[in-house]
């Protein structure tokens, strides 16, 4: 997509140690018209493989999910970190490893909310090491609902997240994809 | 706004102690398309007060301030409630009591993307006592910013939210708001 690798090259910021800052327009501050482009990119590449509910993570996950959901005109579940009050005492809850903070993080999802029926898009910010991911995939899976794809705003091929999920064996994509960023590169791979 | 009650009175549930469960459209599963009529809506009631920037709190916030800012065309920011590693070790931070949870939360704003131009319209998913819209609206002045506007998707009118945030004098618009949750009632103030 290109106005997004051309806003990733205009005000990202590669902090070294993989770490790409777009906290101006992904995740922190949001672009609303930015990520209602990617939503509906997205959602036309996935237009065809009969997704039911979109799945993602808190925090970062929501906008590129919601965005996606509201052009296929369907729900939008965010796995939360904690469990609130207003959850019932039996879950779904996986491990993930946290490539950012460190340590593992818990994934939580309402059995209410998730079937053996539905047939799950998982949506994230960011492919990279692909463990939040995977983990959303592993939710998915116990509440026996079927994953028929795997989107993301940014891709660091490099960090090996692709390779991961393979195993999946269902349509990933990116829409930006990042292939080097050593020595203060922002490189993507040519369309 | 009609079809909001509607979906209230139809899928949420008086959980007592004033908790109304809303996840299954709101704050775990999000419709985004009732979502999306909601910012719709919240854009029109501000669309005079020269808003320049949504400001909003992680996570629940995140989908209503994300339609409001699309509809009005302006950047959405919204405080974390832990530092990342991508923003600067000055930021703007506050501390809010948090009523579902207990305790007090951390609100952290980058001074990158707040500053004393902003003319700030805060957006939540509930304004129930006011103290984390509070906050919000202590951030923002922080920063030299102009507090422009106040919005939530629900509002529960016996908890005082609206009461504390009179001091701010701007305009406080809620698309339902509760008058009674006593038992197991969900009543709403007559439009």
């Known amino acids: ?3 997004l690798r051309l806003r990733i090259l205009t005000d990202g910021k590669n902090l070294g140690n993989g770490i790409l800052k777009v906290d101006s327009f992904l995740n922190h501050q949001v672009d609303p018209l930015l990520l209602n482009e990617c939503g509906h990119e997205l959602a036309a590449r996935f237009a065809q493989v009969g997704a039911t509910k979109v799945l993602t993570a808190e925090i970062s996950g929501i906008a590129p999910a919601l965005t996606t959901a509201l052009h296929l005109g369907i729900p939008i579940v965010y796995a939360r970190k904690s469990k609130p009050i207003t959850m019932p005492d039996q879950v779904y809850l996986t491990l993930a490893p946290s490539h950012t903070r460190g340590g593992t993080v818990e994934l939580i999802v309402s059995p209410e909310f998730l079937s053996g029926r539905e047939r799950v898009l998982i949506i ?8 939040t991911i995977l983990g959303l995939a592993r939710l998915a899976r116990a509440a026996g609902a079927t994953v028929v794809g795997v989107g993301a705003v940014i891709e660091k091929r490099f960090e090996g997240g692709r ?21 203060g590169r922002i490189v993507f791979l040519e369309p």
Not at 124 to 131: E, I, K, N, T
Not at 163 to 182: G, K, Q, R, T, Y
Request: glycine residues 4%; negative net charge.
């Open 163 to 183: 390779a991961l999920l393979a195993d999946l064996h269902v349509p990933i994509e990116s829409l930006a994809i990042l292939v080097d960023m050593s020595e």
């Open 124 to 131: 994230d910010d960011f492919l990279a090491s692909g463990q």
């Open 1 to 3: 997509m290109d106005s």
